[in-house]
């Protein structure tokens, strides 16, 4: 079955960085996007940044862009985001997902992980 697995989250200071790596398993993602979206407490779930697997060509929202940066490695089969500059505003559960098209919608990811969490405090 297909696994999404996150890591690298956890408590950093304004300014700090983080590197969140996502492993995949279970299926092959060719032909797939994947996506990183955050979830703070009493919002909604929003899309941070995707990447085609395939192709590589990525994309970022604009709350993030120049700040974060998305990437994925074939060979080992995971999915990264980095994190610089943060802010507290960036404090969210992070969650790695997969869709079969390229997409900014939540509800358009077939897979997803269980998410970490990422804090940043001022």
């Known amino acids: 079955q297909v696994q999404l697995v996150e890591s690298g989250g956890g408590l950093v200071q304004a300014g700090g960085s983080l590197r969140l790596s996502c492993a995949a398993s279970?299926?092959?993602?060719?032909?797939?996007?994947m996506g990183w979206f955050r979830q703070a407490p009493g919002k909604e779930r929003e899309f941070v940044a995707g990447i085609s697997w395939s192709v590589g060509f990525r994309y970022h929202a604009d709350s993030v862009k120049g700040r974060f940066t998305i990437s994925r490695d074939i060979a080992k089969n995971t999915v990264y985001l980095e994190m610089n500059s943060l802010e507290p505003e960036d404090t969210a559960v992070y969650y790695c997902a997969a869709a079969r098209g390229s997409t900014v919608k939540w509800n358009e990811y077939d897979y997803w992980g269980q998410g970490t969490q990422v804090t940043v405090s001022s």
């Open positions: 279970g299926r092959t993602f060719s032909g797939y996007h």
